[in-house]
């Protein structure tokens, strides 16, 4: 596996709802190959699902930045580069995102149109894209040589942390073609 660009900026986010009507991003992260990271939580007082208030509220402990701050903060951490942006199932962060930029009213994206999706790459390698996850019986993550446990599931950092770490075991073993 030889990437197309190492312009690329590893990403997740949590949001208020699956209802794309309803729900709102509540934090961000961004993880550069360099290592260097940009994390937020975003001011909301709107309603959150159930699964939400269990699993991500909780989570959820730095400053508030509001809507138009951290659109600001991404562009100055992204700079002028238009990386590639990699997420693992990535459809409903990406559709945020662009709903989070519309919200303040900017239309031009500073990452590349196209939104790399790590569960297509695994599918596409011949993996189960749902073996990414914690819970499940076959996670590779013991098999690649990660320990998942020092990463908290549904933490947007920790997420982007994950990602990255998994992301770089599989350029390495793909060099070694030891999959």
């Known amino acids: 596996m030889k990437p197309f660009s190492n312009n690329i900026i590893f990403f997740d986010t949590e949001f208020s709802s699956l209802d794309p009507n309803k729900g709102e991003i509540l934090s961000i992260a961004l993880v550069k190959l360099s290592g260097e990271e ?41 700079g002028n580069a238009k990386p590639y942006i990699v997420g693992y199932i990535n459809q409903d962060d990406v ?36 073996s990414y996850y914690f819970g499940d019986k076959n996670n590779f993550f013991k098999k690649i040589g990660i320990d998942h446990k020092k990463y908290k599931i549904h933490n947007a950092l920790d997420d982007a942390r994950l990602l990255k770490e998994v992301y770089l075991k599989f350029i390495q073993k793909s060099k070694n073609k030891s999959y």
């Open 38 to 78: 940009l994390y937020l939580e975003l001011e909301y007082k709107g309603e959150v699902s159930n699964w939400v208030k269990k699993h991500i509220l909780p989570t959820l402990k730095v400053p508030k930045v509001s809507r138009k701050e951290a659109v600001k903060r991404v562009k100055k951490f992204v």
């Open 95 to 130: 559709m945020y995102w662009q709903k989070l930029y519309r919200s303040v009213g900017i239309k031009k994206n500073v990452f590349q149109l196209v939104a790399i999706d790590f569960a297509t790459i695994l599918f596409m390698l011949g993996m189960d894209p749902e």
